[in-house]
């Protein structure tokens, strides 16, 4: 089989597009890689234009827009979308964005032509010792992992900041939670809450620890996952680390630990 992908593109200080086309034959197989589908045509574009507002905190306005189609190898439409949107960039290294999804999407055989999803994203870097932002999506989704997929309604919020109460020191929490309802009276189809926790510290240029604590409510699993790094050069770095998985089952039982792994990686660079 074979694959190929061509692009046109043009950046400017107002008007901007992309144009990008996608195919791979049904035989295609990528050897090195990760792709996930074949025998596909698609076809996505994709065009905003800047305005530069005067004595204003906004620095940059850019509503745009994105349009998209895929079919298969035989021809049959598969996907259709639409994305209208706006990206506003504010003094302070804030930036903001809202976008409406709307789609008509083919899968198992079963055309869904309702999707319908609001997105917002809202980042601020004001701050030295700061940094927080979220993403939200509200609307219509495809439900794909039941057994007969429905058009459900969607929940999805990620918060995330990074926090540097000392030069060596970062500390990153990050909340992720996402809800799928039937579209009708029958209730929810999952609802899953993820916290994350990263601490990190710089003892030194060479070396550097690392810490990701995890918990999923849906399971009730927590991951701990320390890494220590001494760093040579940028491509000579030696790691130490393990991973932890715990699952919180019922009493008597409570927290317990299921898998539990070490390792070691060494790479070095020499110069030929």
Known sequence: GMAAYVSLERGALNWSLDF?????????????????????????????????????????IQPDIMVGRIWNWEGIPK???????????????????????????????????????????????????ISVGTWMSFGRTIARSIPTPVLGRNTDINLWGTFKPLDRLTIAPE????????????????????????????????LSARTICEYITEGKSLRLEPLLTYKLNSFSVIYLGS????????????LTQTDRQFFLKFQYLWKV
Do not use: C
Request: zero cysteines; charged letters at 25%; glycine letters at 8%.
């Open 20 to 60: 990008d086309y996608n195919m791979s034959t049904p035989g295609f197989r990528a050897a090195d890689g990760f792709i996930f589908n074949n025998s596909r045509h698609e076809v996505n574009l994709w065009t905003g234009y800047s305005l530069y507002p005067q004595e204003s905190f906004i620095f940059r």
């Open 79 to 129: 996907d259709f979308w639409l994305r209208p949107g706006v990206d506003i960039d504010m003094k302070g290294q804030t930036s903001f964005s809202v976008a409406y999804l709307i789609s008509d999407e083919r899968f198992r055989g079963v055309q869904f032509p309702g999707i319908r999803r609001l997105e917002i994203n809202l980042t601020t870097n004001a701050w030295k010792e």
């Open 175 to 206: 909340a992720i939670y996402s809800k799928l309802d039937y579209p009708d009276d029958r209730g929810n189809i999952f609802e899953a809450l993820i916290l994350r926790l990263s601490i990190g510290y710089q003892f030194s240029r060479e």
């Open 243 to 254: 991973s932890h998985a715990m699952n919180d089952y019922p009493s008597p039982t409570g």
